[in-house]
């Protein structure tokens, strides 16, 4: 595509030297021209985005559709941002605005940034990996019997910086996408050799390469520019080329820096010699000197536009493009740039540079010539649609809560069955399910939902076990029809994978149900992918179980401790431990609505619970089988078990003391009440089905009260409000004790917390439980300290 006056390459060639300026100017007016009043650094990254300028300009500017979606390196946010106010994708107040509030954000961010951001960036290395199981999420729904198998397929991309392949998660993510045979999906690496502290060790590329190329994927390395392959082609030409291919990286780097003199000096006392060579290099300005040596294959749209333009989708494939850490800058090659800014001089000579007249700095094509035939182009681009790239689903229905008895139980063995009786119903929600683990199917109690529903791959694979008659309870059938996604052991993979199938609605047009199932102990292993899946606003039910010191015979690896907390302060998760399988029940139901909603209040300044925003779930579950109290399931106080908690014995005017449990201390609750009681004091037992929601809720209304309106009370208040001022309360869970703890703050009731605060130890429960102060005795004896001294 070309317009009249100007060839594509010329066009794209300018529009990558307008982002570079606007990138520049952009974190210089940051930094040096917008007022800062608290002296507080903005930060930005002009060389980072530079040196990415002309990747991300080919691409968007000619390579892209919108249908592809992609995850833009971090630290080229400015030049992201610059290429959008381009397209018309973003204002000028944004780019005036980086980093402040309300302006463009210092890393992409789909649910901050209002220009076009398809995948969350800012923790390095997590939206390398999440494109990948967002191609796997996207060959999980085509293969479906749904009405979007009609859209055409995007190609998910990241492009990346060589300093962001030293984390582990890209390299966990590679044996994923070879296990699931990964496709359509492509790395593009600024290989700048430079990380945030200097430059990086010689020999990267071929471990780099020999990596990729070990799980499958299509290694394609541009080195050389279109200037640099025409001077090879030159007399003397190949001992150019044997040069930089031999010049070590810091070199390469340090001369760049230096300019067109350094370049002249260097090259002539290493392989001038006074014949060809000479010649090459006498035939060219210092200038021009420069500008051949900064011509890697990363700055050279026509070679970029050829590789990019030739590749397939059905194999993986990993584009290695040498560039320069601050090209086309006064930076450029310098091991101090990564964090370093252009002094005002600099800028000066950038702007003079690009022509930019004082007072036109933002002007989206000043500086260039044919602005209108630019402007025609960029009308024509293949990406630059008019229409939303979000797409949307309808919600699906649900089914209603699917109770399994009263008999003994854990909350672990409820979750399967619950499950199990959703596979057997013909719904459309049941269709929409997926489930994936890290390897803990069965462990997890997943197995009835497998057996049901069977696991997925792209091409059918027969179940050798079944077809060769040796008996097993997992009947484990691969069909493009399966409905859930086995993962290894690697629980960062788990929550990407959550995190692109919660948002395959907007991805992708068809909406899905993930519930991910994982060890509670390790969410923490997670813990950076979860809160970066939360931050895209991915919808799903995630399920750690078995947690606790309960779980007695594993010892203290294994025993949960600080998951409520996190399940507490992570936001856009909404955390609950049931005790009882009815409980269960009526959250799981909740939380197939929740995950699906999608209301216009603004997820950071919503009340809580977000009943409006929706958000994800987490439910900590356990092994231990408790009793089941034996209540009519219309009954229920469904609305009181959904905030939070409800009165499984409620005070009376003489209550002494309160015994305040969340999950399976249920049973040494209620053992303790049994006890007080006997000993005629007034005891009250409140069921706590999630102190994440309570405790939100009672933020929320103080955040009311600050602000003007009284009459907000939350769910916690109104419960304790029926609570003597002078009674006492327990808390009692089998995680750390600050989880509860709080409760004594919300009407200043004298309040003892117990819980676990120490690493556990293998042993029973009654031993571990009476070793940390959870049995029935202790709890019986903090409720006779607690509680009111009447004569």
Same mark, same amino acid.
């Given at each position: 595509m070309a317009s009249a006056g100007i060839g594509r390459v010329q066009a794209i060639e300018a529009l990558t030297r307008k982002s570079l300026w606007l990138a520049s100017w952009m974190v210089h007016h940051a930094n040096h021209i917008r007022p800062n009043i608290d002296g507080v650094k903005v930060g930005g990254h002009q060389a980072s985005s530079a040196s990415m300028a002309a990747m991300l300009s080919t691409l968007y500017f000619g390579v892209l559709r919108p249908e592809d979606r992609i995850a833009v390196k971090p630290h080229a946010a400015p030049a992201f941002h610059a290429i959008q106010y381009l397209l018309g994708r973003q204002t000028r107040q944004k780019l005036v605005d980086f980093r402040a509030f309300g302006g463009a954000q210092s890393y992409p961010s789909r649910t901050k940034d209002t220009d076009d951001v398809d995948f969350s960036t800012g923790s390095v290395g997590l939206g390398v990996a999440f494109s990948a199981f967002a191609s796997l999420v996207q060959d999980y729904v085509r293969a479906k019997d749904w009405g979007g198998k009609d859209r055409s397929e995007g190609r998910m991309i990241a492009l990346a910086g060589d300093a962001e392949l030293d984390e582990g998660n890209i390299y966990e993510c590679l044996l994923e996408g070879w296990k699931h045979g990964l496709r359509n999906c492509w790395w593009i690496i600024d290989y700048n050799r430079q990380s945030l502290d200097g430059v990086v060790r010689e020999g990267l590329y071929d471990r780099i390469e020999s990596v990729f190329k070990a799980f @499958?994927?299509?290694?394609?390395?541009?080195? #050389?520019?279109? $200037?640099?392959?025409?001077?090879?082609?030159?007399?003397?030409?190949?001992?150019?080329?044997?040069?930089?291919?031999?010049?070590?990286?810091?070199?390469?780097?340090?001369?760049?820096?230096?300019?067109?003199?350094?370049?002249?000096?260097?090259?002539?006392d290493e392989i001038g010699d006074q014949g060809e060579v000479s010649a090459l290099l006498s035939r060219r300005s210092d200038d021009e000197l420069a500008a051949l040596m900064a011509n890697l294959g990363g700055h050279c749209v026509a070679s970029l536009l050829d590789q990019f333009e030739n590749a397939d989708s059905e194999q993986p494939t990993v584009f290695i493009n040498y560039t320069v850490k601050g090209w086309g800058t006064p930076l450029a090659g310098h091991k101090d740039n990564h964090a370093g800014q252009m002094t005002s001089a600099q800028?000066?000579?950038?702007?003079?540079?690009?022509?930019?007249?004082?007072?036109?700095?933002?002007?989206?094509?000043? @500086?260039?010539?044919?602005?209108?035939?630019?402007?025609?182009?960029?009308?024509?681009? !293949?990406?630059?649609?008019?229409?939303? &790239?979000?797409?949307?689903?309808?919600?699906?229905?649900?089914?209603?809560?699917?109770?399994?008895? +009263?008999? !003994?139980?854990?909350?672990?063995? =409820?979750?399967?069955?619950?499950?199990?009786?959703?596979?057997?119903?013909?719904?459309?929600?049941?269709?929409?399910?997926?489930?994936?683990?890290? *390897?803990?199917?069965?462990?997890?109690?997943?197995?009835?939902?497998?057996?049901?529903?069977?696991?997925?791959?792209?091409?059918?694979?027969?179940?050798?076990?079944?077809?060769? /008659?040796?008996?097993?309870?997992?009947?484990?059938?691969?069909?493009?029809?399966?409905?859930? $996604?086995? $993962?290894? %052991? /690697?629980?960062?993979?788990?929550?990407?994978?959550?995190?692109? =199938?919660?948002?395959?609605?907007?991805?992708?047009?068809?909406? $899905?149900?993930? %519930?991910? +199932?994982? #060890?509670?102990?390790?969410?923490? &292993?997670?813990?950076?992918?979860?809160? #970066?899946?939360?931050?895209? *606003?991915?919808?799903?039910?995630?399920?750690? +179980?078995?947690?606790?010191?309960?779980?007695?015979?594993?010892?203290?690896?294994?025993?949960?401790? /600080?998951? !409520?907390?996190?399940?507490?302060?992570?936001?856009?998760?909404?955390?609950?431990?049931?005790?009882?399988?009815?409980?269960?029940?009526?959250?799981? *139901?909740?939380?197939?609505?929740?995950?699906?909603?999608? @209301?216009? =209040?603004r997820p950071d300044l919503a009340d809580w619970p977000r009943d409006v925003t929706g958000g994800s779930v987490y439910l900590r579950l356990s092994t231990r089988t408790i009793d089941q109290v034996p209540r009519d399931a219309k009954a229920l106080p469904i609305n009181d078990i959904i905030r939070g908690g409800y009165w499984l014995k409620p005070p009376t005017p003489e209550c002494d003391v309160v015994i305040a449990y969340q999950g399976v201390l249920a049973i040494e609750a209620i053992e303790a009440a049994g006890r007080i009681g006997g000993d005629r004091r007034n005891v009250a037992v409140l069921a706590v089905t999630s102190a994440d929601r309570l405790n939100a809720g009672w933020q929320a209304a103080q955040r009311g009260h600050l602000h003007g309106d009284q009459t907000t009370v939350s769910h916690i208040e109104n419960l304790l409000s029926e609570v003597p001022r002078g009674a006492g309360i327990v808390t009692a869970i089998d995680a750390h004790p600050a989880t509860l703890g709080w409760l004594g703050s919300v009407l200043g009731h004298r309040t003892i917390a117990l819980g676990v605060e120490h690493f556990g130890q293998t042993g029973t429960v009654h031993d571990l439980y009476r070793h940390f102060g959870l049995d029935a005795e202790t709890i019986v004896a903090a409720a006779s300290r607690s509680g009111s001294r009447r004569s």
């Amino acid at each position: 595509m070309a317009s009249a006056g100007i060839g594509r390459v010329q066009a794209i060639e300018a529009l990558t030297r307008k982002s570079l300026w606007l990138a520049s100017w952009m974190v210089h007016h940051a930094n040096h021209i917008r007022p800062n009043i608290d002296g507080v650094k903005v930060g930005g990254h002009q060389a980072s985005s530079a040196s990415m300028a002309a990747m991300l300009s080919t691409l968007y500017f000619g390579v892209l559709r919108p249908e592809d979606r992609i995850a833009v390196k971090p630290h080229a946010a400015p030049a992201f941002h610059a290429i959008q106010y381009l397209l018309g994708r973003q204002t000028r107040q944004k780019l005036v605005d980086f980093r402040a509030f309300g302006g463009a954000q210092s890393y992409p961010s789909r649910t901050k940034d209002t220009d076009d951001v398809d995948f969350s960036t800012g923790s390095v290395g997590l939206g390398v990996a999440f494109s990948a199981f967002a191609s796997l999420v996207q060959d999980y729904v085509r293969a479906k019997d749904w009405g979007g198998k009609d859209r055409s397929e995007g190609r998910m991309i990241a492009l990346a910086g060589d300093a962001e392949l030293d984390e582990g998660n890209i390299y966990e993510c590679l044996l994923e996408g070879w296990k699931h045979g990964l496709r359509n999906c492509w790395w593009i690496i600024d290989y700048n050799r430079q990380s945030l502290d200097g430059v990086v060790r010689e020999g990267l590329y071929d471990r780099i390469e020999s990596v990729f190329k070990a799980f @499958g994927w299509k290694v394609v390395t541009l080195k #050389y520019g279109a $200037l640099q392959r025409a001077a090879f082609a030159e007399p003397g030409g190949d001992r150019l080329k044997a040069w930089i291919d031999a010049c070590p990286n810091a070199v390469y780097s340090a001369l760049m820096f230096r300019g067109g003199a350094a370049w002249r000096e260097r090259l002539s006392d290493e392989i001038g010699d006074q014949g060809e060579v000479s010649a090459l290099l006498s035939r060219r300005s210092d200038d021009e000197l420069a500008a051949l040596m900064a011509n890697l294959g990363g700055h050279c749209v026509a070679s970029l536009l050829d590789q990019f333009e030739n590749a397939d989708s059905e194999q993986p494939t990993v584009f290695i493009n040498y560039t320069v850490k601050g090209w086309g800058t006064p930076l450029a090659g310098h091991k101090d740039n990564h964090a370093g800014q252009m002094t005002s001089a600099q800028i000066e000579q950038l702007r003079e540079a690009h022509g930019i007249r004082e007072g036109h700095e933002w002007e989206p094509f000043e @500086g260039l010539e044919q602005p209108e035939t630019l402007q025609a182009f960029l009308d024509k681009v !293949p990406f630059n649609t008019k229409s939303s &790239r979000r797409l949307t689903s309808p919600a699906v229905p649900t089914i209603g809560p699917q109770f399994i008895g +009263t008999g !003994p139980t854990s909350t672990q063995a =409820a979750f399967g069955r619950i499950l199990d009786a959703i596979a057997k119903t013909d719904s459309e929600m049941a269709r929409r399910i997926v489930t994936t683990s890290p *390897d803990v199917t069965v462990s997890t109690n997943l197995g009835a939902w497998v057996n049901r529903r069977n696991l997925f791959a792209s091409k059918e694979m027969v179940d050798i076990f079944q077809k060769e /008659a040796i008996p097993s309870t997992q009947k484990w059938r691969f069909t493009p029809e399966g409905q859930h $996604l086995e $993962l290894g %052991i /690697a629980e960062m993979n788990l929550m990407l994978m959550l995190g692109a =199938a919660g948002l395959s609605h907007s991805l992708f047009g068809e909406r $899905l149900l993930p %519930i991910g +199932t994982l #060890y509670d102990p390790f969410i923490s &292993r997670g813990l950076d992918a979860l809160n #970066y899946a939360c931050y895209q *606003d991915a919808r799903f039910l995630l399920v750690g +179980t078995p947690s606790g010191v309960s779980l007695a015979g594993e010892g203290g690896a294994h025993q949960s401790i /600080a998951s !409520p907390l996190i399940g507490m302060s992570q936001d856009g998760l909404a955390s609950f431990e049931p005790a009882f399988a009815d409980e269960l029940s009526v959250i799981m *139901d909740w939380a197939f609505d929740y995950m699906q909603r999608s @209301g216009d =209040a603004r997820p950071d300044l919503a009340d809580w619970p977000r009943d409006v925003t929706g958000g994800s779930v987490y439910l900590r579950l356990s092994t231990r089988t408790i009793d089941q109290v034996p209540r009519d399931a219309k009954a229920l106080p469904i609305n009181d078990i959904i905030r939070g908690g409800y009165w499984l014995k409620p005070p009376t005017p003489e209550c002494d003391v309160v015994i305040a449990y969340q999950g399976v201390l249920a049973i040494e609750a209620i053992e303790a009440a049994g006890r007080i009681g006997g000993d005629r004091r007034n005891v009250a037992v409140l069921a706590v089905t999630s102190a994440d929601r309570l405790n939100a809720g009672w933020q929320a209304a103080q955040r009311g009260h600050l602000h003007g309106d009284q009459t907000t009370v939350s769910h916690i208040e109104n419960l304790l409000s029926e609570v003597p001022r002078g009674a006492g309360i327990v808390t009692a869970i089998d995680a750390h004790p600050a989880t509860l703890g709080w409760l004594g703050s919300v009407l200043g009731h004298r309040t003892i917390a117990l819980g676990v605060e120490h690493f556990g130890q293998t042993g029973t429960v009654h031993d571990l439980y009476r070793h940390f102060g959870l049995d029935a005795e202790t709890i019986v004896a903090a409720a006779s300290r607690s509680g009111s001294r009447r004569s």
